[in-house]
């Protein structure tokens, strides 16, 4: 006999604490950052390796577009490939993440380049790319949810950069200002989705099955750029 199906609030708590746990703010890299700690190499570190993330979050989302068979919901899953991609040349997420390295002292060809990318960091973001290629649109979707969290780790980290990181220029945070309108956007809808979708208990855990699995794609990104230092 399968097992009974949570409540709509007891499935909504189940995600939001995961989303919460498992959380890579609470990842020792993250924690330095926001108190202040990392070296300018280190923190440049983090910009070209999390840009690899970056450029992947359209291709990865493109393929949960591929799975919807529903021109409202094409057309809205469709904005957050225009957030990042922008609309036209010199707009967009992926444009502001490389004033973000350039405020840091990072040329847009070295970070355009990806050489720099750690082979963990690739893996993980293969890792996350491939997972919503071959799961199902409620996994895919739900990996998503890792958003929950993000505007409050966006908020945190501007206030480290303005307090901490001052050589960095000011402008070259837009790209975390504009995360907190479109992150909280973006998992509000996710989740309406999510809950929607998933009508048995199975369903229900292998949504929060995916989001363990995308917090991992998370933390491992950031297990790679702490030991990055430690490599020959
Ligand atoms: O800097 C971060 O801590 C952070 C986390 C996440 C996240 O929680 O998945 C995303 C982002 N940033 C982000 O900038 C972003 O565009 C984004 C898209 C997604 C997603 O899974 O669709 N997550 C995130």
């Known amino acids: 006999?399968?097992?009974?199906?949570?409540?709509?609030?007891?499935?909504?708590?189940?995600?939001?604490?995961?989303?919460?746990?498992?959380?890579?703010?609470?990842?020792?890299?993250?924690?330095?950052?926001?108190?202040?700690?990392?070296?300018?190499?280190?923190?440049?570190?983090?910009?070209?390796?999390?840009?690899?993330?970056?450029?992947?979050?359209?291709?990865?989302?493109?393929?949960?577009?591929?799975?919807?068979?529903?021109?409202?919901?094409?057309?809205?899953?469709?904005?957050?490939?225009?957030?990042?991609?922008?609309?036209?040349?010199?707009?967009?997420?992926?444009?502001?993440?490389?004033?973000?390295?350039?405020?840091?002292?990072?040329?847009?060809?070295?970070?355009?380049?990806?050489?720099?990318?750690?082979?963990?960091?690739r893996l993980a973001v293969d890792g996350y790319v491939n997972f919503c290629r071959l799961h199902s649109r409620l996994e895919a979707v739900a990996a998503s949810l890792t958003e929950l969290s993000a505007p409050a780790i966006m908020r945190r980290r501007i206030a480290a950069f303005e307090e901490h990181y001052r050589w960095i220029d000011a402008d070259g945070l837009s790209y975390f200002r504009n995360r907190i309108g479109q992150g909280s956007r973006d998992s509000e809808e996710a989740l309406a989705l999510v809950l929607e979708w998933a009508h048995t208990r199975d369903q229900q855990e292998a949504a929060v099955g995916a989001l363990a699995f995308k917090c991992d794609v998370l933390w491992s990104l950031l297990d790679a750029v702490e030991c990055a230092g430690e490599r020959p």
Request: glycine letters at 8%; charged letters at 35%; a neutral charge.
């Open 1 to 121: 006999m399968s097992a009974t199906i949570w409540s709509r609030e007891e499935f909504t708590t189940r995600l939001r604490a995961v989303a919460t746990e498992r959380y890579h703010d609470r990842h020792p890299f993250n924690v330095r950052m926001h108190e202040g700690a990392l070296t300018p190499a280190e923190l440049r570190r983090w910009i070209l390796n999390r840009f690899h993330y970056q450029r992947h979050i359209p291709v990865k989302d493109a393929l949960i577009l591929a799975k919807f068979d529903d021109s409202e919901l094409r057309r809205s899953w469709l904005r957050r490939i225009q957030d990042h991609d922008g609309e036209k040349d010199g707009d967009g997420g992926i444009e502001r993440w490389l004033r973000l390295g350039e405020a840091a002292g990072i040329d847009r060809a070295r970070l355009e380049s990806g050489e720099e990318v750690l082979p963990g960091v």
